[in-house]
Each structure stands twice: as C-alpha cells, then as structure tokens.
C-alpha cells in the first residue's frame, strides 16, 4: 500500500468520524425518540416478549339516540327530531303533571328523607334541643291527625288577628317582611342573590 493510499484512508477515517460526532451530537435525541416510539409501537418488554395488549372497551356515547324520532328533519323541527321517541313511548302517571330523570331523583330523594325522618319518630329518650328532638316534633305535630282536629285554628289565632288589624299599605308591607321570616306567603317573593349588576356581591331581589 502506497503512502499517499495510506494517507487517505487516514483523512477518510478522520472525516467519518467527524461526521459521526456531528451526526450524534445533533441528532442524539431524535435517535432516542426513535428507538423509543419503535419500543412502544412494537410493545416489546426487556427480556425480549412482546407486551400484551391492553384490553379494549367499547365507547358508549352520551347520547340516547332510542330517544330520537330520525324521521323527522332536525331542520324541521330540531325539538321533536331529539325528543320524539321518548314522547311517543313515555306515558305519563295520572297522578303527575311531567316525568323525567330529574323527577325521579326527586322522589328517590323524598322517599329517603322520610325514612330517615320516620325512623328518628319513633325514637326514644332524644336529647332536648338536639336535631333529632326538633325533626321528631316537628313530624310528630304534623302527623297527629287526631291532635290537630281538636285544636282546629287555635294555635294560628294570634296570627289571624295580626292580620284582621292591618288597617294601611305601610302596616301591610311590614307584614310581608314578618310573613316572609315565618313561612308565611305573600304576594312578593323575598331572596338573596347575585346582584345582576355587579356579580362581586350579593342582593336583596324582589319580584
């Protein structure tokens, strides 16, 4: 072999190499990915066994399309295209006015705070003052049908003459304001909410 063949194998060998470096110092995290998105593509474990498969579920949508009526162009009329079905299979109790899931969450609520409530009536020896005394008169009083048919009117008397003596609008106004801290409905309705005009704070609303 010839000095100047000797020579270029050298500068090759150089030339690569430097090329290599460039290449892997550049390119070392593209590599990496590489390699890394391959492994998982190819679910491959470390000694070498393809990794299983995760198991599949089935995508359920949100939508109950059975509740649907397609035969009618949503253009049309977009309420009974989305609600037809259920209309045309949904009978409504006689003894309700409308039906639905709020509804039944409704009546699912109320038949357990009854139980509860009628559970805590029957019990024994309740703490005075205590939530379970209060909730248990309170029941109690409203139950005892025998109870109320001989007081009749008496225990709201006081009240029906409150009443009988409002003489003016300004003693009639005051009497909102007392009806509304006892329960008492009038023909405007008190509450506290957002002020619809400055969202920082909340208001009195009257309507």
């Not at 460039?22 to 000694?47: A, E, T």
């Not at 399309?65 to 949904?90: A, C, E, L």
């Not at 805590?120 to 205590?130: C, F, I, M, R, T």
Request: hydrophobic share 40%.
């Amino acid at each position: 072999m010839s000095a100047r063949t000797v020579d270029s194998h050298v500068r090759w060998s150089r030339y690569g190499l430097v090329c290599w470096n460039l290449v892997s110092k550049s390119h070392m995290k593209v590599f990496f990915s590489l390699v890394f998105y391959l492994f998982i593509c190819f679910g491959v474990s470390g000694n070498g066994e393809r990794i299983p498969d995760a198991p599949k579920s089935d995508l359920i949508s949100g939508v109950d399309f059975s509740h649907m009526d397609t035969s009618i162009r949503p253009q049309d009329d977009f309420f009974s295209y989305v609600n037809g079905g259920w209309i045309k299979s949904t009978e409504i109790p006689a003894d309700k006015v409308r039906i639905g899931a709020f509804m039944d969450l409704r009546e699912s609520a109320d038949e357990d705070v009854r139980a509860i409530i009628e559970e805590v009536s029957k019990a024994e020896n309740l703490v005075d003052g205590s939530d379970e005394q209060k909730v248990a008169d309170l029941f109690r009083s409203y139950t005892d049908v025998t109870l109320l048919n001989e007081l009749g009117v008496k225990p709201i008397e006081g009240e029906l003459a409150r009443i009988a003596a409002i003489k003016s609008k300004d003693e009639l106004a005051a009497y909102f304001a007392k009806g509304q801290a006892i329960g008492v409905n009038n023909p405007l309705v008190f509450y506290v909410s957002i002020d619809a005009k400055n969202s920082t704070r909340y208001a009195t609303h009257i309507w």
